[in-house]
């Protein structure tokens, strides 16, 4: 299996694919066993695509201490060097972008394009939902409330004509969480991921990326909202901004969206 050491911890990779190097950076409780994972993407087809699973998550090493961002980004900086990367385009989805924005402001000399979906800076910027919140609720509770979060086209009404569209969408969340739930360290490190996100904020810190960046997001997005897209891009020098249409997960919603991505990262 394809684990690196990287720092303190062991760190769990997976790399396909050729061109131009490509960094991407998991959301939320992201574990590439998950089939969605990003090596499933179109951007395989197109680049030298390296994708891990961060600390805490998945297979990679869960420290028994708290996280910050700096350790998430910290941490890709670590599994650059390792896998013998310099400098390479980065995609952040979510929490990912987030950790994303920590990366590109503490190791800018890495980053050659940056592109940040569907995320937040925090701070006076807006944050994103705060997830921390369900963690108090039961497995089908949070699953239910995530499918009007992630798109809020979705209401109640909307739920009561789509029995079969919610009963898939909550089968999947279950049948993922349930698939790992029990390995040691699983609840902790989702529980301390949470804690790093709720404390983000690059706001005042965003006009330090040096890269040429695209932020990218869902008209319908419940988590990261429009507005915040348009914030966060008004402070990073020269960042560029394009909405689709769907929600958290536009990528496959949108048709336009991958290929609008790839085009922009090939671009000269």
Known sequence: MPFIQAGDIRIYYEMTGEGHRL??????????????????????????????????????????????????ADDAA?????????????????????????????HPERVAKLVLCVTSPGGAGGASYPLHELSRLGPEERARRGI???????????????????????????????????????????????????????????????APTLVCGGRHDGIALA??????????????LRMFEGGHLFVMQDRSAYPAIIDWLKAD
């Open 23 to 72: 960094l991407f950076i998991n959301g939320t409780g992201g574990d590439l066993r998950n089939p969605m994972a990003p090596l499933q993407s179109p951007l395989g087809k197109h680049f030298n695509l390296l994708a891990y699973d961060q600390r805490g998550l998945g297979q990679t090493d869960k420290p028994d201490r708290p996280y910050t961002m700096r350790d998430y």
């Open 148 to 210: 009007a979060l992630s798109d809020l086209r979705r209401t109640a009404e909307w739920q009561a004509a789509h029995p079969d569209e919610v009963s898939q969408f909550i089968g999947q969340a279950l049948a993922t969480e349930r698939a790992h739930a029990h390995e040691p360290g699983w609840a902790e490190g989702r529980a301390r991921q949470l804690e790093a996100r709720r404390g983000h904020d690059t706001f005042d810190r965003l006009d330090r990326i040096k």
């Open 227 to 240: 507005a915040t897209q348009e914030r966060m891009t008004a402070r990073i020098p020269g960042a560029e």
């Open 78 to 106: 670590r599994l650059l060097t390792a896998v013998g990367w310099q400098r390479c385009h980065v995609l952040g989805y979510s929490f990912g972008g987030m950790v994303a924005q920590e990366f590109a402001i503490r």
